[in-house]
């Protein structure tokens, strides 16, 4: 059994600083994706930023420069560090992994169970 988890989200003024962070655990062979989403009130969810197993990196617009993704492969830990907050970046925000449970097969879709970040003065 597979678990993300989500920590770190909160309340926080405008143009503050902000980390979440994603802990995976359970069976775990390869982890070849991790990923953060957000989802906000009444939107879809969209991708914020992912990091590949090799290390590289891929930002939505809304966020470069602003937002920094980073990933530890031998804790299966994911961080996404958030500066600059705008009342638009309020979400939910999901860890995603594309991963693989054992060395057969291919790899399977997890998610987390997602952290609120409320960006308001």
């Known amino acids: 059994q597979v678990q993300l988890v989500e920590s770190g989200g909160g309340l926080v003024q405008p143009g503050g600083s902000l980390r979440i962070s994603c802990a995976a655990s359970?069976?775990?062979?390869?982890?070849?994706?991790m990923d953060w989403y957000r989802q906000a009130p009444g939107k879809q969810r969209e991708l914020v930023a992912a990091?590949?197993?090799?290390?590289?990196?891929t930002y939505a617009d809304s966020v470069k420069g602003r937002f920094t993704i980073s990933r530890d492969s031998a804790k299966n830990t994911l961080d996404l560090r958030m500066n600059s907050l705008k009342p638009e970046d309020t979400a939910v925000y999901y860890c995603?992994?594309?991963?693989?449970?054992?060395?057969?097969?291919?790899?399977?879709?997890?998610w987390g169970q997602g952290t609120q970040v409320t960006v308001s003065s």
């Open positions: 995603h992994a594309l991963l693989a449970p054992t060395g057969a097969g291919g790899g399977y879709d997890y």
């Open positions: 359970g069976t775990i062979f390869t982890i070849y994706t």
């Open positions: 990091v590949t197993s090799g290390g590289s990196t």
